[in-house]
Structure formats: structure tokens, C-alpha cells
């Protein structure tokens, strides 16, 4: 079985500040990881993932995030936060190919 | 491509009342998919189809869900006699049986729905 953990389901940054949060995963095979974004009475969107290779991926909308096998995280940074990155941000972990395990979700406010 | 539509978006109905929803996926995605999202938590897996064969399905599919996907194209989801603990946004999702993007599903923007 495969699980997600995210710190912290509250972060406030100012604008243009670094966006960091935080996804640990468990899982007893290599996993498929994945970022999502979540907009208010909306869908999920895709940010980014990681399959296999480089272990450096980068997303959408200037995000990015580094799968660690050692620390058995999958961050996800952006360098300078925007308003506009207000959102619900959920890390998802698959082991085989169709089912995702969520995290419980970050919720992003950026103040002025 | 118009992305993964659901119909409806809102729905409000009565305890013991049956519900369906339906899920469009994006063209040419075979497997489709439908989690269930509770305030405050990540969605979690409820069934996936392949084509039209309903490949696997979750525990937290009681007997009051049921869920369909006649000819492979779109699907419905069914629940009967519903409960307060049904009320949640029901996510439909879709992805391509092989390709870059065989790993990545693509959401639609959800039925919310609310039990009285």
C-alpha cells in the first residue's frame, strides 16, 4: 500500500516570496509522484510529476519539485510566490497505473 | 480537446433520495475514473474503468453505489437511498491507455453534492 503525508495544511507567504511545501510518501515499490492544484469549486490540475529519470521535474507556472529516494519526499517550490498561486495544492502517489493516493492538501494564501 | 466534463455540477436532494451523475472524459481515453472528496481531505479512489469493464472498485463503494460505463465512452455514477455522509464533491477522471500521458489523469471540475 502507498500513502501520502503533507506538512503543514496551512501556509501563508508574502508575494514573491519562495512557496515551499512539503510531501513525504510510503510506499514498498517505486512511485509514480504527483503534484496537483486545486482552484476554489474547481477540478484538480496537473502541476507536475515524476515517473522515472530526472529526479529535478519541472511544472506549470514556474513550479518545480525534487523526488529524494533517500528522504522518501517529493517537494514542491516555487521561487517567487504570485497572487495568483493562491490555491489547494495536493501531492498524489501511484504504484501501479490507475489508482492515485492523495495527501489531505496544502492550502497556499499569498498576501500582498 | 475539451477536457473531462461532469454533469451536474451541484446537486441538493433529500436523504433516501437516488442520485446520478455522469462523467464525459476527454476523447480517446479509455480508462476513466471516479474519486469522492470530503471537506478538508485529498479525493480518494472509488472505481476505474477500462474501456467498458469496471476493473476494480474501493472498499468505500458500498452497495448504494453503483457505477456504469456502457460502450466505453461516458460513465455514470448511481447512489441510491443516499445518506448526510454521502454529501461530498464526486470527481470523475480520465487518462490514455498508452503514450506520454498514460500516466497522468486529467480532472474534471467535480459534482458537488449535498444530502439534506
Known amino acids: 500500500a502507498q500513502s501520502v503525508t503533507q506538512l503543514g495544511s496551512h501556509v501563508s507567504v508574502s508575494e514573491g516570496a519562495l512557496v515551499l511545501l512539503r510531501c513525504n510518501y510510503s510506499?514498498?515499490?517505486?512511485?509514480?509522484l504527483f503534484w496537483y492544484v486545486q482552484y476554489p469549486n474547481q477540478g484538480l490540475q496537473l502541476l507536475l510529476k515524476?515517473?522515472?529519470?530526472?529526479?529535478l521535474v519541472k511544472g506549470i507556472n514556474g513550479f518545480e519539485a525534487e523526488f529524494k529516494k533517500s528522504e522518501t519526499s517529493f517537494h514542491l517550490t516555487k521561487p517567487s510566490a504570485h497572487m495568483s498561486d493562491a490555491a489547494e495544492y495536493f501531492c498524489?502517489?501511484?504504484?501501479?497505473?490507475?489508482?492515485?493516493?492523495f495527501g489531505a492538501g496544502t492550502t497556499v494564501t499569498v498576501r500582498a | 480537446d475539451t477536457g473531462v466534463s461532469q454533469d451536474p455540477r451541484h446537486k441538493i436532494t433529500k436523504r433516501g433520495q437516488n442520485v446520478t451523475f455522469r462523467c464525459d472524459p476527454i476523447?480517446?481515453?479509455?480508462?476513466l475514473y471516479w474519486y469522492r472528496q470530503t471537506l478538508g481531505q485529498g479525493p480518494e479512489f472509488l472505481t476505474y474503468?477500462?474501456?467498458?469493464?469496471?476493473?476494480?472498485k474501493s472498499r468505500l463503494l458500498s452497495d448504494r453505489f453503483s457505477a456504469e460505463r456502457p460502450k466505453g465512452s461516458f460513465s455514470t455514477l448511481e447512489i441510491q437511498r443516499t445518506e448526510q455522509g454521502d454529501s461530498a464533491m464526486y470527481l470523475c477522471?480520465?487518462?490514455?491507455?498508452?503514450?506520454?500521458?498514460?500516466?497522468?489523469?486529467?480532472f474534471g471540475p467535480g459534482t458537488r453534492l449535498t444530502v439534506l
Open positions: 476523447s480517446e481515453h479509455n480508462r
Open positions: 510506499s514498498s515499490v517505486p512511485p509514480y
Open positions: 515524476y515517473t522515472t529519470g530526472a529526479t
Open positions: 477522471a480520465s487518462s490514455p491507455r498508452q503514450g506520454a500521458d498514460a500516466d497522468t489523469q486529467y
Open positions: 498524489a502517489v501511484s504504484i501501479n497505473d490507475y489508482k492515485l493516493s
Open positions: 474503468f477500462q474501456n467498458e469493464a469496471q476493473l476494480e
